[in-house]
């Protein structure tokens, strides 16, 4: 059963910083392609940034491009999204979504990042 936890959202001020983590069981971890996902109120939910099965091809939103970077560690099955200077529009519920053709699409419960003064 593929399992996919969230944590380290929370409450940050403009410019602030958060790890997003998300670990995963369940599935053959090196073969999905990792992702970040976001949802803000009454908006749908959009790709924030991905990562190959190995780690090297990852893409990002463009809004997000030289403040956010996503990583994996296929030991420790984890994918992780480091977000710099943050800025209100940021403000979203993340999800953790992994891909891989023996699975098809799994999505994690989302966690809560609030930027706000």
């Known amino acids: 059963q593929v399992r996919l936890v969230e944590s380290g959202g929370g409450l940050v001020q403009p410019g602030g910083s958060l790890r997003l983590s998300c670990a995963a069981s369940?599935?053959?971890?090196?073969?999905?392609?990792m992702s970040w996902y976001r949802q803000a109120p009454g908006q749908e939910r959009e790709l924030v940034a991905s990562?190959?099965?190995?780690?090297?091809?990852?893409q990002y939103k463009n809004s997000v491009k030289g403040r956010f970077t996503i990583s994996r560690d296929n030991f420790k099955n984890t994918v992780s999204l480091q977000m710099n200077s943050l800025k209100p529009e940021d403000t979203a519920v993340y999800y953790c979504?992994?891909?891989?053709?023996?699975?098809?699409?799994?999505w994690g419960q989302g966690t809560q990042v609030t930027v706000s003064s």
């Open positions: 990562v190959g099965n190995i780690g090297r091809n990852t």
């Open positions: 979504q992994a891909f891989s053709i023996g699975t098809g699409v799994s």
């Open positions: 369940g599935f053959t971890f090196s073969d999905a392609t």
